[in-house]
């Protein structure tokens, strides 16, 4: 009654290590606080029976702030990878410590944790909705010519878009089962190549035009309007006539338009505005839409 009011603090422990010796193992279900004070430490993760260095730690950094404050388990091995001196301070030893201290000076600290938390997950977390959209357009953007190493080709794309790597070899799969990429194997290594850089550019507006609910352009096209496109690609594109010269010379070719139908034609880009209101054709639209008719089955994952 007439003692010390202070808890009795528990001292943090420190330590000499050698090179090769784990400091903290998932498996040990307890949840510390280690400072590296000299040397260098690394978080192995090892799961799937793998050896895989998630990131280093030098003097002065810490890991093990969540375990501790928020009870989130720590996941990785740590290992000094060469003589270090550590500090760790035990779940006990915190306590202790968080006892003696001022109630705003804990909940600051509790406050910074959860910011601390709240950071390291954004930074995991893609901003990318349609995964899928987002591994097409980028592939919209690669050479075809070339073959890409598989794993360098994840690698780059996750580190850009932040999806997790087996999110990305699912879409992979997606591209492969419709035929728009291909794979080829050069002795123990994969390699990725793009067949069709402009398909890759449609499939992703197709999968846009899904997410937005919206009727996709070449959907709108009738069996007319398709055949007059076919026409089209044997045109000059610097051929140039107003709208009435366009469906009249249409019409005489035997392929029937109207003023409806030149309207869907001129509003899908498939005609420009070229001089005096005049028209010409506008190919690289009318190939993108013959294109995408051509391989309607393998966008709608029918193939």
């Not at 070449?218 to 309007?225: E, G, K, M, V, Y």
Request: hydrophobic share 40%; proline share 4%; net charge negative.
């Amino acid at each position: 009654m007439y003692g010390n009011s202070r808890q009795q603090v528990i001292p943090p422990t420190r330590s000499r290590v050698k090179a090769g010796f784990v400091v903290y193992s998932p498996e040990s279900d307890t949840r510390e606080l280690i400072i590296l004070d000299e040397g260098e430490l690394i978080a192995v993760d090892k799961s799937g029976g793998n050896r895989d260095i998630k990131f280093k730690m030098h003097p002065g950094d810490i890991v093990g702030v969540a375990a501790l404050f928020e009870r989130e388990p720590l996941r990785y091995t740590i290992e000094a990878s060469e003589d270090s001196v550590i500090t760790v301070l035990s779940e006990e030893c915190l306590e202790s410590e968080l006892k003696n201290i001022p109630v705003w000076l804990l909940a600051i600290l509790k406050n910074l944790s959860v910011r601390t938390r709240e950071f390291k997950h954004d930074s995991k977390r893609t901003p990318v909705e349609n995964t899928l959209k987002s591994l097409a357009e980028y592939c919209a953007h690669l050479d075809s010519n070339i073959k890409y190493p598989l794993e360098e080709f994840i690698r780059e794309f996750n580190w850009l878009t932040r999806i997790p790597a087996a999110t990305v070899k699912g879409d992979i799969k997606a591209l492969l089962r419709r035929s728009f990429i291909g794979l080829a194997k050069d002795g123990e290594d994969l390699y990725v190549q793009v067949h069709n850089a402009t398909l890759m550019q449609i499939y992703s507006d197709y999968l846009q035009a899904q997410d937005d609910g919206a009727l996709w352009a070449p959907l709108r096209l009738n069996l007319a309007q398709k055949r007059i496109l076919v026409h089209l690609t044997t045109l000059d594109e610097h051929v140039q006539m107003e709208a009435p010269e366009w469906i009249a010379y249409l019409n005489r070719k035997g392929l029937a338009i109207d003023v409806s139908q030149w309207i869907t034609l001129e509003d899908l880009g498939c005609f420009a505005t070229g001089e005096e209101s005049k028209y010409h054709i506008d190919q690289a639209k009318v190939e993108y839409y013959l294109t995408a008719i051509r391989y309607d089955s393998n966008l709608r994952g029918a193939v």
